[in-house]
């Protein structure tokens, strides 16, 4: 049975509270999230591919070196990225005013930052904002949902309960995407709570797993932010016993966690900056999951599909074209492309198709593209958006 | 000495005409253009490296083959390409109706294709417009700078004479860019005429070498194109000796074949789709030039350093970013960057800069961006142009 989404998101779970601030980073929006677990938490975290990686990513992977933590601080508005010594410095101060707040360690603490790259936080306004956040943590996590986005324009939340072999446990996650998006942990940021009871290492590996399936199989412009970063605490606190490798529980668990990261995968493809449409792009028949990944990403980043899916234009000759340039060897001759059940190009020319019922079916909230190698069994699935005039008006206007 | 550009394009060099007429294929433009040269030429040529090669192309290497062409035909409005068996023969007629025309082999004839992909010819009314077309060949290139452009908003021509030990020769081109243009042939289309006399091996040599320098470094949307293809016809009719490997005139002949092709790509990327801008973006301080050009394409390519870049905003922790993903090891703490003569960004962080002066020099026609990685010797350019609104409308809107 596959897992059924329920309301709320990073409080679900037992034992978790959130609260989220303005305290004046951007004019009048929430700007400063808090995630607090009653009792220190199992914690597994990834991070981005970029080399260039953010002083809060810096500091997190040494707090969380021992697989515990017990509270996530996250500001929007400023990423603290190539920001040198000044930038680990005000995350550690982050950090360590969250742990006075909740008289906790330092070290318990996770920091993340997303926003624009090459300025310096403006630490004594979230200096001043902490012990408010603090004083607010509570059950509703909407706050903490609105105060990580940047240019989303929805909160992305979601949350599962699971039914294991004696006892019931739950997964929630809120995430923020929009721009920046590409593979290899492409979320930005997404932040998981459980009250599952589990070690760090199958944690780890479990978060991995999912985070490959989801978050790295979505694109919104190619590009990958320095600030990448998912985050799961698991504070045991459903009362079940401890989750071990191999077991039905364990399967029930990263069943239920591929749903939640899928999910909120899927929200920030749809949400993607200036987007009008979320599209699947289906790569079928190729020789290998990697292959059928490198083409689906060739035809989910080119600049020419994502426009004439914008256009509602079943100008299926520019998806052929990425095709034949994705470094992954393909017959001409044997490629068949469909849009949803509409199959457009077959044995690698044109198929006899109505161009009104293709501009229908690209015209939906919801496109499914899908491309068929014809040269072997393997597949692999990318969500991304269109790119709309829209992209271009935020990304042209976004530091000013 | 370096070159100067002289004016005329293709017809510049001795016994070469053109001609460019509007056969129907597009509404009342010019769609079909034909370059003659009066005796069989010397030929080289260098093609996509999209592996879904088009048509023409597929005709053009099999009539290269022994180094000799004496006319060159291209229509505009459709690619020819993904069209399979029928495509092949609807090229094959291109080149048996300019021979039939021009009483020469079909095998001197090279034939080349730009539109939409994936659509029939139209090759009625290609056929009749053939004979119009060879009964305008004359000095004036206009018609066939025009001919071949699709989205372009200007033709792009160049011609310069060289004085060699004891002659004079002149090289003359003419290009189309606009869209799909990225690295590995990035022309979509150019066409080279030369008097001089030279062999096919060492002709071939110079293209490549010069196609390389020029056309391969520059891109407006990380799209390759199935049917980029830069064409040379070098006919002897200077009156000079035969250029040799290694001589001094093979030395200028190099020379000069690099300025018309800088040029002819400069004024590609400067007319990219819905650009407002040209764009330099300079790597130095790189370990290699490989590494050096991999860079520059990361930044080059990345839709939100040509957004920023179109919004005129100083916004240098995306380039940073692209840096920081391009798959090349850089120490984010050795890194300089730099818009026009103003620094940004020393040591990877942000430099004291005025916004004033940065915004002005981004308001330019013509901006420099340099990136120093400080960890070598080498370094590489590529143009590009910014990401604009005009880009999505043109896209969205192609194929209808």
Redesign the interface.
Known sequence: MSPQAISGSITVPRGFEAAGVSCGIKNRKRDLALIYSEVPATAAAVYT????KAAPLWLTQRHLADGKAQAIVCNSGY?N????E??KEDALRMAQLIAQELNIPPEMVVVASTG?????LPIRRIEKGIPELASLLGDDDNGAAEAILTTDTVPKKVAVAVELANSTIRIGGIAKGS??I?P?MATMLAFLTTDARIGPELLQRLLRDSVDKSFNMITI??????NDMAVILANGLSGGAEITEGSGDCVSLAAALDFVTGELAKMIAKDGEGATKLVAISVEGAGSFPEAKQVAFAVA????VK??L??Q??????I??????SGV??K??K?AISIGNLMV?N????ADFSMRKARQLLSAPEVEITINLNQGRQQARVYTCD???D???I??????
Chains 1, 2 share one sequence.
């Open positions: 591919a970029n080399q260039f990423a990225a190539c920001t040198g000044r930038g624009v790259i090459g300025r310096y721009g920046m590409c290899n412009d190619g590009d990958t932010s320095t980043n080119s600049a020419l426009t004439a914008f256009g234009d079943p100008n299926w000759g520019r052929a074209a990425a095709v034949g340039t060897e393909v001409e001759e490629l190009c044995n690698g020319v044109g790119l709309s005039y992209y271009v008006k990304n042209a206007k976004y530091t000013t």
